[in-house]
């Protein structure tokens, strides 16, 4: 059975920073590409990011390039997301999903997802 636990979300100033972390189990993590995918309040899914199977090539949203790192540890099954210069359009519940974008959308493989808000 495929489990995806998400964690490190909380309240946040603007411009601040936090790191979300999702701990993957029931499939082989070093095969499958992940994505990060959030949700705000009243929106559809929003692609944020992916990175492929070994880690080696990530891929952004424009919203978030340059500001948000996507990572992967196989020896760990873990897939991180580390946000910087945060923004109040970033306030969502954030889903890791497995597989590349297109798969992750269709929903199937996500997390229960961690609440980011980003406020003063």
């Known amino acids: 059975e495929v489990q995806l636990v998400e964690s490190g979300g909380g309240l946040v100033q603007p411009g601040g920073s936090l790191r979300l972390s999702c701990a993957a189990s029931?499939?082989?993590?070093?095969?499958?590409?992940m994505t990060w995918v959030r949700q705000a309040p009243g929106k559809g899914p929003e692609w944020v990011a992916s990175?492929?199977?070994?880690?080696?090539?990530?891929i952004y949203a424009d919203s978030v390039k340059g500001r948000f790192t996507i990572s992967k540890d196989n020896a760990k099954n873990t897939l991180d997301l580390q946000m910087n210069s945060l923004k109040p359009e970033d306030t969502a519940v954030y889903h890791c999903?497995?597989?590349?974008?297109?798969?992750?959308?269709?929903?199937?493989?996500w997390g229960q997802g961690t609440q980011v808000t980003v406020s003063s």
């Open positions: 029931g499939f082989i993590f070093s095969q499958d590409s």
């Open positions: 990175i492929s199977s070994g880690g080696s090539v990530a």
């Open positions: 999903a497995k597989g590349p974008k297109v798969e992750a959308l269709k929903g199937e493989y």
